[in-house]
């Protein structure tokens, strides 16, 4: 199997030459543009009926403009989101046995880790430098029992956060329904929103950040992808021809927009 980059990435001073991309394909210069201003979204705002109209046409406007708006007050339970991220940490912490077990590269297989391989995505040779980690949570009891029991609480955490994450998700369709013109409960009446991932990717931390990518780029094939970051910026949106920052928010959630959305 290939190597995970968390079972040996702390251990070198340098970049090996396959994780090193070429200068047009490297991290864009504006890592320290804050792009918080433009695109945090009060959720608790939808209770005033005053604020309503206005909370869902920001909501179509950071979509259309962005792809990307974050959201606040958001419902979901702060310290469930902070319990869910701490066992996701320690997934990739656990030993290197452990992880050989859950380690696959079948893209077939639902509930499997992996490491980045050489892709056309990443000029047929080059690797990123992250390991991932895979699994189907919609519906939860077709699915949790093929979660790894450990750390002892991930399917717990887990499986609650991605509970209210998938209700998130449905309330933010119903906005954006809501927002275009549609019937309101128009993507579940026509079972686009039924399946859900989780997909959690780990960066360890790397001697030259600057030479490579945690991820190339690309856009999202899906209806919305709900992003949980952790407190350190590295996600940038390209926008206007230019790649800026996405400044991570204290307990906030990340929409974008994928491209069956686009497309509706």
């Not at 869902?56 to 902070?82: C, P």
């Not at 639902?110 to 992250?130: I, Q, V």
């Not at 991932?132 to 979660?147: A, G, N, V």
């Amino acid at each position: 199997m290939e190597k995970l980059v968390s079972s040996w990435g702390n251990n070198v001073k340098a970049l090996p030459h396959n994780y090193i991309f070429p200068p047009e394909l490297r991290p864009g210069n504006n890592l320290k543009i804050p792009f918080t201003t433009n695109i945090p979204t009060d959720l608790s705002e939808l209770e005033n009926y005053h604020h309503r109209f206005q909370t869902i046409q920001k909501i179509i406007k950071a979509s259309e403009e962005f792809g990307f708006f974050q959201v606040i007050n958001h419902g979901v339970d702060i310290n469930l989101m902070k319990e869910t991220r701490k066992v996701m940490k320690e997934l990739f912490e656990m030993g290197d046995e452990y992880k050989q077990k859950l380690y696959s590269e079948d893209p077939l297989k639902p509930c499997r880790l992996y490491t980045s391989r050489p892709t056309y995505a990443t000029d047929g040779n080059l690797h990123l430098w992250r390991d991932s980690f895979i699994h189907p949570c919609h519906p939860l009891d077709q699915w949790q029992h093929l979660w790894p029991q450990n750390p002892t609480k991930y399917r717990e955490y887990v499986g609650a956060c991605s509970v209210e994450v998938k209700k998130l998700a449905s309330r933010i369709l119903r906005l954006i329904s809501e927002g275009v013109g549609l019937e309101c409960e128009y993507f579940e009446k026509g079972g686009l929103s039924g399946s859900m991932l989780v997909s959690l990717n780990h960066y360890p931390a790397c001697p030259e950040p600057s030479l490579t990518l945690g991820v190339s780029k690309h856009s999202d094939p899906n209806l919305v992808t709900i992003l949980l970051q952790d407190y350190v910026s590295g996600l940038q949106v390209l926008h206007n021809g230019k790649w800026i920052a996405v400044e991570p928010l204290p307990d906030a959630f990340l929409v974008n927009v994928g491209f069956q959305l686009q497309v509706h």
